[in-house]
């Protein structure tokens, strides 16, 4: 079993910063990859960002390449994701997810994670 709790979600304006933190307990070994996913009403989960968690390849969306940075710490077994330049865009209900299956590459699918956080909103005003 491996438990996702998040933090660090809220609401700020346009042009203005967030870091969100995924902390990571149970069966931390298996773990292959972390993903950030985000959800905004009336639309399909959307991929965020990703990072191996042996090596830290890290992988990004197309609509947050640039501006969102992935990274984690191991010896806390935490994941962030600091966001920087945020848009109206951007909000959603963000989600940290889990990956133990993962041979090669990064998974974009929400569908390839195991387990799952249990989201945190951020809102982003104009």
């Known amino acids: 079993q491996v438990q996702l709790v998040e933090s660090g979600g809220g609401l700020v304006q346009a042009g203005g910063s967030l870091r969100l933190s995924c902390a990571i307990s149970?069966?931390?070994?298996?773990?292959?990859?972390m993903g950030w996913f985000r959800q905004a009403p009336g639309k399909e989960r959307e991929f965020v960002s990703a990072?191996?968690?042996?090596?830290?390849?890290?992988y990004y969306g197309d609509s947050v390449k640039g501006r969102f940075t992935i990274s984690r710490d191991n010896a806390k077994n935490t994941v962030y994701l600091q966001m920087n330049s945020l848009k109206p865009e951007d909000t959603a209900v963000y989600y940290c997810?889990?990956?133990?299956?993962?041979?090669?590459?990064?998974?974009?699918?929400?569908?390839?994670?195991?387990?799952w956080g249990q989201g945190t909103q951020v809102t982003v005003s104009s």
């Open positions: 149970g069966r931390t070994f298996s773990i292959r990859a």
């Open positions: 997810a889990a990956d133990r299956t993962l041979t090669s590459g990064i998974a974009t699918n929400p569908g390839r994670y195991e387990y």
């Open positions: 990072i191996k968690w042996s090596g830290g390849s890290t």
